[in-house]
């Protein structure tokens, strides 16, 4: 008996062994990143701290992180549509508010420091749409993100088992 192609369920490739569980090897360092991350994020909005770290691990190539923050961002109500229009923001403006475009510019300039520093214009456009103290948390998040991104990318963390919240 044959099996009809077209009704066979797909081979998928096998899922990659990842190099270290850092976070077992290190737990106080993992422990103070959950600190950190949580007191990065307070007094900014779930959906655009969300935002900023979908674009910043689009930008790391951090696949654990998007498989992450993609969940979370769902869960606290951001729409599929405005995520899977999110690497490539700047065509797809009309998504955004100018508050995020803000942040998002924001997050490129500074997660791809080897292109130059933070542009006067693009750090000036996001302080006209954030208070000083929001503005300080903001990039405190991009910060952060990009630390998580290089654990996540360095040690091959796996995406796929991720559960929204997980580590709250």
């Known amino acids: 008996m044959t099996t009809d192609d077209t009704t066979a369920a797909p081979v998928y490739a096998a899922e990659p062994v990842p190099r270290m569980d850092w976070a077992a090897l290190a737990p106080d360092v993992f422990k103070a990143m959950l600190r950190l991350d949580a007191a990065a994020g307070r007094g900014l909005d779930a959906k655009l701290r969300e935002l900023v770290k979908i674009r910043a691990s689009q930008l790391n190539h951090c696949a654990f992180c998007l498989d992450m923050h993609t969940k979370d961002a769902l869960a606290a109500g951001e729409s599929v549509e405005r995520i899977v229009q999110l690497s ?25 420091l080897t292109d130059g520093f933070v542009p006067d214009g693009v750090y000036e456009k996001a302080a006209g749409h954030f208070e000083e103290a929001e503005l300080a948390q903001l990039i405190a998040s991009i910060t952060v993100i990009n630390a998580w991104n290089r654990f996540g990318v360095a040690t091959r963390r796996v995406p796929g088992h991720y559960r929204p919240g997980q580590y709250a």
């Open 88 to 112: 490539a923001w700047e065509e797809s403006r009309h998504f955004y508010t100018e508050k995020e475009l803000a942040a998002l510019e924001l997050t490129d300039a500074v997660t791809v």
